[in-house]
């Protein structure tokens, strides 16, 4: 068995949420520390955060992972940034806590926004979509295709 859950976790531990990078390994704040683990579950690299406070846990947020590979986390009263060596994360539906780094909690599927049609008969619209993905608008004035 790779995977087993806490039976009963321990006072003061928060629950945190792991994220994946783009080169699948998987990061998880515990405890007081920052440990990823490959997909058959061995520790790749981990980082010990020092104490404990008042007997408590340091590790009190899910960690991020930013489009360039940076990892950050929070052990106490200090933020880590963490450069993974990967480029962001993974390239997944839902990699990480809420969803992305800025934690929006929702997909955010491409949309066309507010189309009007100009005085010069071109139209006009905004698209929304994820931050540094390519998105293609195709146009047509042959409907019948």
């Given at each position: 068995?790779?995977?087993?859950?806490?039976?009963?976790?321990?006072?003061?531990?928060?629950?945190?949420?792991?994220?994946?990078?783009?080169?699948?390994?998987?990061?998880?704040?515990?405890?007081?520390?920052?440990i990823a683990l490959n997909a058959?579950?061995?520790?790749?690299?981990?980082?010990?955060?020092?104490?404990?406070?008042?007997?408590?846990?340091?590790?009190?947020?899910?960690?991020?992972?930013?489009?360039?590979?940076?990892?950050?986390?929070?052990?106490?009263?200090?933020?880590?940034?963490?450069?993974?060596?990967?480029?962001?994360p993974a390239k997944s539906y839902?990699?990480?806590?809420?969803?992305?780094?800025?934690?929006?909690?929702?997909?955010?599927?491409?949309?066309?926004?507010?189309?009007?049609?100009?005085?010069?008969?071109?139209?006009?619209?905004?698209?929304?979509?994820?931050?540094?993905?390519?998105?293609?608008?195709?146009?047509?004035?042959?409907l019948n295709i």
């Open positions: 068995m790779l995977w087993q859950s806490v039976k009963e976790p321990a006072l003061y531990a928060p629950p945190t949420t792991p994220a994946i990078d783009a080169a699948g390994l998987l990061w998880y704040c515990a405890s007081n520390s920052i058959q579950g061995q520790v790749q690299w981990s980082l010990y955060g020092g104490g404990t406070i008042a007997g408590g846990w340091l590790a009190g947020t899910s960690l991020t992972i930013g489009p360039d590979g940076t990892l950050y986390a929070a052990l106490g009263s200090t933020l880590y940034a963490i450069a993974t060596g990967t480029n962001g839902w990699p990480m806590y809420r969803h992305d780094a800025r934690h929006t909690g929702s997909a955010e599927k491409p949309a066309l926004k507010q189309p009007k049609k100009r005085a010069d008969a071109n139209f006009e619209f905004q698209l929304y979509a994820q931050l540094g993905q390519t998105n293609t608008v195709e146009v047509t004035t042959n």
